[in-house]
């Protein structure tokens, strides 16, 4: 028997925070989204051949 219950402050401090938080999210999911696009074209050529990538390569 259950005399108690647990109170779960996750949904209100959800509904409250929401106003705030939801441009960093929808920014967040944006740049994601770009940044995977840009780079699930590379090959293992372009890689090669990519500047950066060699400055950044571990040794």
Known sequence: MKFF???DPWPV???REWG???PFLAGFAVT???I???TAGFTE???KNSKF???HKNK
Do not use: H, I
């Open 5 to 7: 219950s647990a109170f």
């Open 13 to 15: 401090f959800f509904r």
């Open 20 to 22: 705030r938080t939801w």
């Open 32 to 34: 994601g989204a770009l």
């Open 36 to 38: 995977t696009k840009m």
């Open 45 to 47: 050529e372009d890689l």
């Open 53 to 55: 990538v060699q400055a």
